[in-house]
């Protein structure tokens, strides 16, 4: 039974380590759509991806719908959509912020029956104990779709979570995912295993074996820590108490990088990430980074110090850690490295004795240098390799080569003026074309310029020799290998005395094609400490001496030195042999009581030599807490001497509920040139001092109130003079905190007096407040938010993919074969989605200022159901209020934008504006079940090919009563207005006047069958233009039945006329006929499922669309779903 239960799970990982696209973050859902509101999900969704379908699978259109991505609230028409199918990504868990815009009270009791309108049983989760001892969770499904408009497409999915013990000692663990459904609509997606944690575990208490992606690290070596997400196997075992050994090999998934820069003044980003070689098109392994600010880690979180977009490489601080240009940030990650294949292998062995230890461990990381993966090497390029050495500025080759006619790609032929060779853009598949890739090498050193951008790629044009900014050119990537072996060891002679030692050999060789530079590509690096015991009573003195070296040659794959060493030291440059000596005296009772001093002498010969001596105490006197960090460097370099003295002192005092400390931090670097005896640019001094007082209890509810004072001085005229001071105002606080309150506040003003520029300010801040007023009678959220950052202008392509796998589809309005940036519109139907759009890494932002205001307000007053007379009769109603007005203005000066609803259009840069209530009557009772809704929504956002503003309002009644046993009338009735203006297509903008009115009578046999009918009549009229208008008439009949030997079948047939006045051929009517063409159009849609077994479910599904003078369009599904 194991033996087959092995197999199955080795099969199933199989399964999912081949697959190539996919996310554990993905939902799809099919809701029944009983009321507006409908809360997706518990965390935030991401809005990359977000789709709704109608039954028939149609996507409908956002502005059917209203979105809050945050709360993750769904606002739709019920009586509009019956049911729908949503498709979303939803944030990792550790990114993700509950904004709570409405609380469990608000759910509310209906007496209607869900069966009456389910068209599929919800797939709820659940554990199935398929054999004794091993918990399955997920699903298992495969799929088919065809069509006569499209190629078979095959569709699966797998997400399963098993545990549990095979046996009494072997315990099994896994988590498996796949799926070939698109990351995201943008399509920035490489490879679901940059984003997903796959794996199959079996272990003991002794052994362990893991398949798939892994986290291998070492954190014991001092010369060679790292941490790296790969695929591939672990094997680990513990022979005895006192030996024991792992090995692992596998396929890395990406490269090692550390980008550092300096934040700017009252600017919260988005920062832009780039890679070793500035990289700007990355994908950042998901959980690889780590971020410092000033040396000292920050968290990621939404709820914490920042969040990062992996896909475009961006970091966002949050508005709760204000960011200044007195801030050095540096980020660590890995992103995906797919030039080469890669194998790294790690092995490790330790033996653990009563006094000695000893641990070895070897790890490899190889490129095989004849398996490229994104860059194919010609005979000449790897040529230019081979005789580049280490040199990477000599690593450049043409980029062109030969590539057959593709309307999907920028294609170029190569011709003469008569005395110059260039490339010419071609469409003609006559012509011998190239692939060009263009390559920026700066104002007036290339031969071509951009002459325009397409939807599908940018062509450029060549102008001259030296006249441009472009050159075909393209930088080459060298396989490279890096290999490290290390030996440490420990030996305790006495209680008191312990030795410690290490050894690392590195073998890098950045270039593999190559021979030359190879005597540089060994180092060594030792180390040797010896720590004692000198008092061992209730105040310990300790002693520790140790010996640092490093040769020159010797490199590691991540930084094995603090994250400032450099600056700590005052380096220009770390390349010479190292030697650091390192002697300690520390006087100890416990963790807050402690005395220390430190000697340290660095050497890098020849070049660099420093002395540094430093203090650290911390005593608690009862309630006060004293701390001091102080330093004192003196260096000598080739160019420079040197003195840097640093302190930072805090003291705080602890009252019964309240607390106040201060803080002065304070450094003066003064830095000489030895020849001129002059100051450095680099040289600087700063004070900075701070005041704060707390009340409360900082962990539950409490008040902190802040200043601080900075004062910087740098080098002018050779001497230091004042260029700033900051003033620095604060607020942290959680000031209520109970089952019926919330309230938090957080402010932080700065105002920067600048010497020698203008003068400026900055403000970020953050209320949240959440109450329940009269016995939850009333419910209310409120959420404000100010602060500043950037607004990237968002350039985009798009991508050719299998039909039914993309969210675009292609018209060529102008019929000149050239996939124009208008020509693209969202698919109405699943056989026309072939296209992804795949965002660019942004490069352009506007610097802008955030306001944002979140509010909900629930009113129900079924409270008063039990009561008697007005009281009774207002019990009937309730009401849901929902605005979200957020809204950016480009920042200029020193100007605060505190007004989430000042939309002045000067210097509007991005707008998201939603205004929804509803009024109900008897919600969801079906007896005389009245509601009335206004909606409002505006949207502006920025783009490189320009802005786009789109405008909706909304007036809609719903009515539904349930007469007699059977019957069930349904109306709706509604006017809207809607208008797009885009900046850069006419063609596009239009303003649309909408009525409609929609009656259905549904037969309600039982809870299990139904049957309906309806006419729905839409009345469009563009305003602007060329004035289109349509006249809409749909004639719709939905039979639905849930058998008893668990099968659903449900069908829809619709009738349109359209009656559309315009060209049927433009981007305004495809808008209007939804999808569709003027005059007859018929579409039919067949659903059938059954569940086979207990876990086994079968699903067949249908579609058919034909309109006049078309052929009929039929595409059908099959897919088979094992649920656990």
């Given amino acids: 039974m194991n033996k087959k239960l092995l197999l199955l799970f080795f099969l199933c990982m199989c399964f999912g380590i081949q697959a190539q696209t996919g996310n554990s973050n993905f939902r799809s859902k099919v809701l029944l759509v009983k009321k507006d509101s409908i809360q997706l999900d518990s965390v935030a969704i991401n809005p990359n991806g977000f789709k709704v379908f109608d039954a028939t699978k149609k996507l409908i259109p956002p502005t059917n719908y209203s979105i809050d991505f945050a709360a993750a609230l769904l ?88 545990s549990g013990k095979l046996s009494k000692n072997v315990s099994l663990r896994a988590r498996i995912f796949d799926t070939n459904i698109p990351i995201q609509e943008n399509g920035y997606s490489q490879n679901f295993t940059d984003f997903d944690r796959i794996y199959m575990e079996i272990f003991s208490d002794n052994w362990g074996v893991r398949a798939g992606d892994i986290s291998i690290e070492n954190r014991t070596s001092f010369f060679v820590p ?40 009252g600017n919260q980003g988005p920062y ?48 709760t850690y204000p960011i200044n240009n007195d801030m050095r940030i540096t980020v660590e990650f890995q992103y995906s490295d797919r030039n080469f294949t890669r194998f790294i292998s790690y092995n490790e062995a330790e033996y653990k004795g009563e006094k000695f230890e000893i641990s070895a461990f070897f790890y490899s990381e190889n490129d095989a240098k004849n398996q490229p993966l994104q860059q194919s090497l010609s005979d000449a390029q790897k040529q230019i390799l081979a005789n580049a050495g280490n040199n990477t500025a000599a690593m450049i080759a043409e980029s062109a080569f030969r590539d057959p006619f593709d309307e999907n790609k920028i294609l170029y032929r190569r011709t003469n003026n008569g005395t110059t060779d260039f490339f010419e853009y071609s469409t003609n598949p006559n012509d011998v074309l190239f692939t060009v890739t263009f390559s920026n090498v700066g104002q007036n050193n290339g031969d071509y310029v951009l002459d325009r951008s397409t939807a599908i790629g940018n062509i450029f044009v060549f102008v001259g020799v030296n006249q441009g900014d472009f050159q075909p050119i393209v930088r080459l990537t060298a396989p490279n290998k890096s290999q490290f072996a290390v030996v440490q060891s420990s030996y305790a002679p006495t209680e008191k005395t312990k030795i410690e030692t290490e050894i690392a050999l590195s073998n890098n060789d950045p270039n593999l094609f190559s021979d030359i530079d190879n005597d540089l590509n060994d180092g060594l690096a030792a180390k040797v400490t010896l720590r004692q015991n000198i008092i061992n009573k209730k105040w310990k003195l300790n002693a520790l001496l140790s010996h640092e070296y490093a040769h020159k040659n010797f490199r590691t794959l991540q930084r094995w030195e603090s994250i400032e060493f450099n600056r700590d030291w005052n380096l220009l440059t770390n390349n010479g042999t190292k030697n650091y000596f390192k002697s300690e005296l520390e006087l100890r009772k416990d963790q807050n009581n402690y005395l220390l001093y430190r000697f340290n002498h660095l050497n890098y010969i020849d070049l660099f030599n420093g002395n540094k001596h430093d203090f650290q105490s911390n005593f608690q006197l009862k309630n006060t807490r004293i701390s001091l960090n102080s330093s004192f460097l003196t260096n000598t370099s080739t160019l420079e001497n040197n003195s840097f003295f640093r302190t930072i002192g805090r003291v705080e005092h602890f009252f019964n509920k309240s607390w106040v400390g201060l803080l002065a931090n304070v450094e003066n670097n003064t830095r000489e040139n030895i020849t001129t005896q002059e100051l450095i640019n680099t040289s600087h001094k700063y004070k900075d001092y701070e005041a704060y007082v707390g009340i409360g209890d900082s962990t539950k509810v409490y008040a902190k109130i802040g200043f601080n004072y900075r004062d910087n001085d740098s080098i002018r005229s050779n001497r230091f003079e004042q260029i700033n001071n900051r003033k620095t105002y604060y607020i942290q606080s959680r000031l209520i905190q109970n089952k019926d309150t919330k309230l938090s506040l957080f402010a932080n003003f700065r105002e920067t007096e600048n010497q020698f520029s203008a003068n400026e ?21 409120t959420t404000y938010e100010t602060s500043s950052g950037n607004v990237a202008r968002q350039d985009f392509i798009y991508v050719r993919t299998e039909p039914g796998l993309g969210f675009y589809t292609w018209i060529d309005y102008n019929g000149d074969g050239i996939k124009d940036f208008n020509e693209f519109e969202i698919a109405q139907f699943q056989d026309q989605a072939e296209y992804l759009r795949l965002p660019k890494p942004n490069l352009r932002f506007v610097p802008t200022q955030k306001a944002k205001w979140q509010q909900n307000i629930f009113i129900n007053f079924k409270k008063w159901a039990d009561q008697k007379g007005l009281k009774k009769t207002i019990s009937h109603f309730s009401n849901q209020t929902f605005l979200l007005a957020s809204n950016e203005q480009e920042r200029t000066g020193n100007s605060f934008q505190l007004n989430p609803f000042d939309f002045e259009e000067n210097s509007l840069v991005s707008l998201q504006l939603n ?69 850069n297509f006419a063609d ?15 037969f309600l046999y039982s809870k299990d069958y139904r049957f309906s009918g309806y006419y729905h009549f839409k009345k469009k009229e563009n305003s602007i233009l060329n004035q289109e208008e349509l006249n809409q008439q749909k004639f719709g009949l939905e039979y639905f039945f849930l058998g008893k030997k668990n099968q659903q079948v449900s069908a829809m047939l619709n009738y349109y006329l359209n009656d559309f006045r315009g060209n049927p051929n433009s981007p305004v009517a495809y808008q209007m006929l939804e999808g569709l063409q003027a005059g007859k159009n ?26 006049e003078n078309v052929r009929a369009i039929h595409s059908g599904s099959v897919q088979l779903r094992a649920d656990f």
Wanted: net charge positive.
């Fill in 226 to 265: 790292f941490t790296k997400q790969i695929a591939g196997l672990r094997v680990n075992a513990k022979l005895n108490d006192e030996f024991g050994f792992s090995a692992s090999g596998a396929v890395v998934r990406g490269k090692f990088n550390n980008f550092r820069f300096v934040g700017v003044e």
């Fill in 1082 to 1107: 018929l579409t039919w849609n067949l659903v059938f499922n059954k569940k086979l077994n207990s876990f086994l479910n079968l699903n067949l599904n249908y579609f058919g669309r034909k309109s």
């Fill in 272 to 319: 832009k990430l780039f890679g070793q070689n500035n990289e700007a098109a990355i994908l950042i392994i998901e959980g690889s980074d780590r971020v410092f600010v000033n040396g000292v880690p920050i968290e990621r979180g939404e709820n914490k110090d920042y969040v990062i977009n992996y896909n475009l490489g961006e970091i966002v601080f949050n508005t």
């Fill in 75 to 162: 606002i739709i028409d019920s009586n509009k959509y019956s049911s729908i199918l949503v498709e979303y990504f939803v944030y990792p868990e550790f990114l993700t912020k509950t904004y709570t815009p409405y609380s469990e009270s608000l759910i509310i009791e209906q007496n209607t029956n869900d069966q009456v309108y389910r068209f599929r049983k919800p797939n709820r989760q659940k554990n199935v104990k398929i054999f004794e001892g091993l918990e399955t969770r997920g699903f298992i499904s495969r799929g088919l779709t065809s069509g006569n408009n499209q190629n078979a497409v095959t569709n699966s999915a797998l997400d399963l979570e098993i």
């Fill in 915 to 983: 205004f929804r209530n509803t009024i109900h009557y008897n919600r969801g009772m079906q007896n005389y079940s009245t509601s009335y809704t206004y909606g409002n929504s505006k949207m502006k956002q920025q783009f490189l090919i320009g802005n786009q503003d789109n405008d909706v309002a909304l007036h809609q009644l719903d009515f539904a009563h349930k007469f007699s046993t059977y019957w069930l009338v349904e109306l709706m009735t509604s006017f809207s207005t809607n208008s797009l203006n885009t900046e």
């Fill in 761 to 781: 300010k900055s403000l970020n801040s953050r209320l949240i407040y959440q109450q329940k007023l009269f016995n939850d009678f009333v419910s209310l959220n």
């Fill in 988 to 1002: 596009r903008n239009y303003e649309l006047c909408n009525y409609e009115i929609q009656p259905k009578l549904n």
